[in-house]
């Protein structure tokens, strides 16, 4: 006998089993009852090879188990080199920017090979640098500045999240539109002001298309804003743990950089001129106050979302977090920024003139009192509305308007700050939102941002603003569109100068020309040598010129240290800084030269057209810089991911169930076995006989190959498919499910003679059930989810949710309650209490959730229902864990099978107890058409005889029944569209871990469920009386597992080709990365399901196996 013949390797099992199995079929399933067993042991996976020696069984099976698992590891492997490559990460260059003493110079010196450093001292002269030791320059007029003279004394940076263009642009009537529009309206100036001030002079506002680099996510794009870098996407998954920057950035300059070299020599200015008008005793009104910060070093505010914070713990002085995750939450951030700004604001613009000088006396402390040289106010209502009602919604329009009021007071403060004082205001939206609301992507409306900038009166900015003189005409219409698109990270070098900052060591921005007007001349102190204010363009050519320094000296630093940069583009770069800065010398000898010659005409000779040609090649270059550091750095590392798609692939063609001979000989014969040759109609061929059986047969495989290839293949390439995903997997379902039906319909005469002739004639409608339960559950997609707005959808009923929670609760006692046999081992009716508890609990919750008063939050029964269902899932996991070890050690045979199930079945249960209580009321009646559709999927796989169903059909209906119930919940592959209100079904507060379990199960959670569910029934082992039948059953069943796995492995390799073929796609960041994300993830919740099966449930089944076998020998 075969069986006692010891088999050293599995290869040789397999080969023996191809040819018992070969054997069988020849006989026409007529083999001895005998072979028949045999293969059905060895199909299982597991070695029978020595039943009376347990410990070569005990080897081989572990051998078995360790080769089944190396494509598995392959898998995990492939996918993990090639997400690295495809995320790939820029390498952060931990360099600071000096603001040392000639650090400007020497930049200069070096990137643009000025060899003669009399050009650096000329340009320090003429003031347009100024990294001169402060000693020399005390006495003349230069602004102290780190590389350029410092243009404001103070900036309020206010970020509106998710302020999309138009919104600034049409809906913000009182601050931003009664400024961009005062010359068409006339003196619009308010009637409050008009009485201290009827002349009230108005700051400069200009309003631009401020583009956002994708991902458009909040912390992605502050890094941008900060550091001048391109965030890669792989940084999203930092998005929820917050990592602070360890790039250079002003923030962080603002910090450290010393106070006198970039104070403002107005204030130095003052404070000598102050402590004389003090002793007057005459109103010092501005004075006495600004006097008292020269000596101190103002500080920094903070106000707002917590991504600040995240990234910039230590850098503010004042900083006042509020939390941003709880997308519901529209209020609670915005009335903390309302609350602090008006302090901060104080702060920044110094007292208010209308000030009575007894209450500034009453607060002598103004000493303590702190003054800010920056506040951050960042905004989050409006993105909040958007995420949870969308753009087009009443309630974005009351948070728009409120927004519009507070940007209106806080513009007003800046314009009545003390005319000596020149404040700028930034008001800007990180990233725009879609027509539902949501961002991350690189859509138009994503990356469309509003950037409205305000500089207060006392800049003196007067008419040019917003003309600087350089505009890139010069060099036609390409050089002006560089000089109008403005990008995020242009804002960077901007922000940088005009506080007289270094430009952060790693940005690659180009300064915005527009926002950097000539520095003030110093208007109380006339000093003979100033140069004119209005000959701003040597002024920009030069701050160009630092900022082109800067990013080549970036780019070439970098380029040292990885190879991400191209040799070809780097040279092609340099030409053009070449010939930027040959222009640019020449200007300034021939400056020179003018200013030798004439003296009193300097106005003139700085104002030549060579300064105009440089300032437009350097922004050209800057141009070009950037869109090389977006190629490269938002973009993949080509050879890891062929190495990573090479593993996949090998170890894809590892686990095609083929290559087992007996899933090959049972296709074969269904694919290849000849047709019938009277085969004149369908119709005929319907008749129950088994022509017609096997024509329906090869339909459906043909069928389900042909919708597996799609789905898992074909699909992962068009954005247009993966937008309706829901829609194709409700198709094909439909459609396998009515093949299954007609066959199970049609050949029902000939089932007469089969083994399941008992089952009624109604159960052959059991296909239609799955694809009905499905279009049932299409109609609640849009009611998942807890967020007000979908309160009034049908599933949020309360008659709608109590009834499917009672429904839920009776198929639990009906289906999965305590039978007689296992009792004992689940410890009886009480099993179904927890279930109940939870219940009860969660209708409570979700009844107080309704009633929209905002006391009865159902936070307490929402824990009561929670602590329930953890309870119950500890409860079974540790029955279960016993029945394990029970199987493990002794091979019981009465465990297995069905009470083994009927635990992981209420532990299942359990589970999805949980994912309805994260979901929301609406879950409650998906749950139970997944129920329903799950326990018809089983009696399909059980079905046997003419009705038996193919494993790989099988396998695609799960398969698709599975991924349905996660679009079917109103998932999508999109980070957009994450369920937050998950994290916030029993709690206000966030908490890192819970919420992102919430979150985690929310998503992913029907599709472990179900993958688990499939794992176990595949697993599962029928006996009835026929045992030829029977087995034939099982190892059909085996095989829908395997099949299963082989369509997600197929999945994730298509997926990794199509992101790998659509890099360069427009919508690869809106579109196919996210898909891909969601196929790795499913694929390695795929990856555990196998490696479990492996080292669990097949010890089990094969353990099982042994103890059987050997009951049989002895029978
Ligand atoms: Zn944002
Ligand atoms: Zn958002």
Redesign the pocket.
Known sequence: MTMTEPSSSSSSTHRRNGATFANADNSDGNGSDDTQRQNHYNDNGTSSSDSTSPISHSNNSFQHQLLRTIPLLLLFLGLTIFTQSFFLSRTAVDVRSSCDVNSAGNLLANALGFDDMEDVAYLRQMGWLSDGDSNNYSNSNTNYGCWVPRRVDSMAILVV??LRFDFARDHLPLSVGSRLFTDAMGDSSKSKDGSSSSKKEKGLSKLYRFMADPPT??MQ?LKGLTTGGLPTFADITGSFGGASIHEDSWVEQLKDVPWDRRRIRQQLHYSTLSSQMEEAGANAKDGSVRLLQVSARPQLAFVGDDTWFDLFPNQFDDCHPFPSFNTRDLDTVDNGCLLHLPRLLDGLVGLKPEMKKEERENTNSTTTKPSYELIVAHF?GV?HVGHTYGPNNPYMERKLHQMDGMLSDTLDAIDNAPPQSCIVALVLG??GMTEDGN?GGGTSDEINAGLFVHFSPGCHYHDDMGNSGVNGDEFGAHSARVFDAIHQIDLVPTISLLMGLPIPYANIGGLVPDLLPSPRSNHHASIESSPPASSSTPHIATALALNAAQVWNYLYTYSKRSRDLPKDKMRELKEVLDSASSVYRDAISQSKQHTKLAADDVKDSHDSTAYRQASVLFKLFLAESTDLGRQVWTQFNEGGMKIGIGILIAAWITTIPLWRRSIRNVLVREIFSPMPRNSGSIKENMKGNEDGLMFFRRMELMTSTIFMIFYCGVLTFGNSYIDHEREIITFFLSVLCLLVFFRWYFTASSSAQSSLSSDGSSSRYLPLVVALCSRANDLLVTGHGMDPSIRLHAAHLPILFLLSLVVLMILRIKWLGPSSSIMTTVGGVGSASIEIIAVVSLACSWWDKRAMEHSRTGFLTARIAMMAVFFGIFQSTRSLYRQWRLSIQYGLKDVDGGSNIQNTQVLLFRLMLFLVIVTGPSAASSAVLILIQCATLRQLMDASGTRQLSAPTLAAIWRLAIRHAFFATNHHCSFNHLQFSAAFVATNIFQFHIAGMSLFMNTFGWEMLGSCLLLVYSRSRRSNNNWRESSLQNRSNNDVWDWFLFFQWTEILASCVSVRMMKRHLMVWAIFAPRFMFAAIFSVLALCFGVVNVWTVERIASSDATSTIAQNVQI
Do not use: E, Q, S
Request: without cysteine.
């Open positions: 999240d998710a996510v909040t794009r989050l993105d990180d990233h961002h």
